[in-house]
């Protein structure tokens, strides 16, 4: 499963096909951190995205994917972004009753809910590379495999204060975290398994953009039902 069909979990078709000839230039960035790094790599199998869905080892089309977040996040400040979900959230979910919260957009994709909970574990996960960042040296990020996530973790039953409260949380400490960080700090970095070197900073801006991925995934909900 490609990059753009993990896009294609949150974008419209059109937004998709705008972004794929920024694959081109992510092919060769990436074959290049291939050459670099092939006799330090093991083979790590089915190895997943950090953002909606899994994707294949078609490593190259990360770029273009991340691209595409990047560009809805924009010149927006990404710490103003991170700062304001959650209550972008609770706007988003006000009067929604339960059938509409697990109603998916369509066959494969996520409800409401889903993403919401997506978007809790996505806090706890980031919360584990962040310090691991922070504390080793150029650690390896693995990426996981997120539809498993929400199937075998059914994230469709959960409630929503449940996950709500697990996002603030999260977010609230990870925030907290980035605002203590020195620019030598905010510039260390791990590498990722399918996209390279990431450091703290770019983190920060993959995330905002992230979120609006996926509130403008929710808004699109919120108008079919």
């Given at each position: ?5 993990a ?35 093991e083979?790590?199998?089915?190895q ?17 994917y991340?691209?595409a977040?990047?560009?809805l ?6 710490l103003?972004?991170?700062e304001g979900l ?15 919260l ?15 909970q ?13 310090r691991?960042?922070l ?13 498993r996530?929400a199937?075998?973790?059914?994230y469709?039953?959960?409630?929503l204060?449940d ?12 925030l ?20 390279g ?11 905002a ?8 995934q929710i808004?699109r909900?919120?108008?079919?039902l």
């Amino acid at each position: 499963m490609s990059q753009f069909h993990a896009l294609s979990q949150v974008l419209t078709l059109t937004e998709v096909n705008a972004v794929k000839p920024l694959a081109a230039h992510a092919h060769a960035s990436k074959r290049k951190f291939q050459k670099n790094s092939a006799t330090n790599r093991e083979d790590r199998g089915h190895q997943m995205s950090i953002f909606t869905n899994p994707i294949s080892a078609a490593t190259d089309e990360a770029g273009a994917y991340i691209a595409a977040v990047l560009r809805l996040l924009g010149d927006k400040d990404p710490l103003m972004v991170l700062e304001g979900l959650v209550a972008e959230l609770e706007e988003h979910v006000n009067g929604l009753t339960i059938a509409e919260l697990r109603h998916a957009e369509a066959p494969g994709k996520w409800s409401i809910i889903e993403i919401i909970q997506h978007l809790a574990d996505s806090e706890l996960v980031w919360a584990y590379r962040l310090r691991m960042v922070l504390a080793e040296k150029r650690p390896q990020i693995t990426g996981y495999d997120q539809d498993r996530w929400a199937s075998q973790l059914r994230y469709r039953e959960v409630k929503l204060r449940d996950a709500m409260e697990q996002l603030r949380v999260l977010r609230s400490t990870n925030l907290r975290l980035i605002g203590s960080l020195s620019a030598s700090e905010l510039h260390r970095a791990g590498v990722h398994s399918e996209r390279g070197e990431e450091t703290v900073e770019h983190m920060i801006r993959l995330y905002a953009g992230h979120d609006l991925v996926h509130l403008k995934q929710i808004s699109r909900i919120r108008k079919s039902l």
